[in-house]
Nanobody, 113 residues
Framework: VQLQASGGGLVQPGGSLRLSCAASGSIFSIQSMGWYRQAPGKQRESVAS???????NYADSVKGRFTISRDNANNTVYLQMNSLKPEDTAVYYCYATKAIPYWGQGTQVTVSS
C-alpha cells in the first residue's frame, strides 16, 4: 500500500487547511485510515481515525475543530482542519491499516501569524 499525502502549508491562527491522503497499490481490505502528527521535540500523537464503515475517533485536542472523512471509492482520507492554533503546528502523517499499518510521507502544517 502506498499513501500520498498533500494539503499542508502555512496558515494564520484561526485559519483552515484540508489534508488529503490517497492510497494505491494493494488497497484491498484496508480497514482504518487516519492521521498522526509530530511536533518538534514531541512524540507522534494520534489526531483522528476513521473505519471503513465510517466510525470516527478524535484526539481531545482537536474535537470540534477537525473533521475526518473517507472516500472508499477513491481510497482517500481527508482531514478538514478549522480554527487552527499554533499548537497544531506539526508534521502530519496519514496511515492505513490492514494486518499492519502503512504510512505516508509527512506533510508540514505550520500555524503562525
Amino acid at each position: 500500500v502506498q499513501l500520498q499525502a498533500s494539503g499542508g502549508g502555512l496558515v494564520q491562527p484561526g485559519g483552515s487547511l484540508r489534508l488529503s491522503c490517497a492510497a494505491s497499490g494493494s488497497i484491498f481490505s484496508i480497514q482504518s485510515m487516519g492521521w498522526y502528527r509530530q511536533a518538534p521535540g514531541k512524540q507522534r500523537e494520534s489526531v483522528a481515525s476513521i473505519t471503513r464503515s465510517g466510525i470516527t475517533n478524535y484526539a481531545d485536542s482537536v474535537k470540534g475543530r477537525f473533521t475526518i472523512s473517507r472516500d472508499n471509492a477513491n481510497n482517500t482520507v481527508y482531514l478538514q482542519m478549522n480554527s487552527l492554533k499554533p499548537e497544531d503546528t506539526a508534521v502530519y502523517y496519514c496511515y492505513a491499516t490492514k494486518a499492519i499499518p502503512y504510512w505516508g510521507q509527512g506533510t508540514q502544517v505550520t500555524v503562525s501569524s
